[in-house]
């Protein structure tokens, strides 16, 4: 599966008003709550903090990915925000601006694999996360996203 076929402009916030871990991933994953791949909002929503809470999403350089495998989805879905200031994520003492909310359903284990494991090889590039900070809109944010998936970051 490819990241870019789960880019939606309206599930991405380049601006985060939330300062706290929690209220962040929340405002986040609100993004996805009106995609037809949303069974249960709210209980996708409790399955993304259970995980939080048993361990941190942070993968360090700034990133998180707060996710869920689970029955509330019928599809894969992905959200994003960012904070131009960072969020402190205390579980793992980190300051996270880039955050990607990840919902799967438990039979797409493939496809997870397959994005998670794309979006950590594209980040782990410092340039393409300075081009993810530095996008001036979410038109320019997905297409350096889009770039550096096809290897043109």
Known sequence: MQIS??????QIKLKLESSKRTAAINEVAQLVQSNPAVVKWEGFYEELLA???????????E????HART?????MVLAIGRSPDGILFENCNQTVRLIFVIGT?????????SVVGGLARI????????NL???????EFIQRLVDAENGRA
């Open 5 to 10: 076929s789960l880019l939606k402009a309206e």
């Open 51 to 61: 995980r939080e809470r048993v361990e941190s999403t942070c993968l360090g350089n």
């Open 63 to 66: 990133i998180a990915f707060p």
């Open 71 to 75: 029955d509330h989805l019928k599809g």
């Open 105 to 113: 359903p438990k039979r797409m284990v493939t496809d997870y694999l």
């Open 123 to 130: 980040l782990k590039e410092p340039s393409v996360r300075d």
């Open 133 to 139: 900070i530095n996008a001036a809109t979410t038109e």
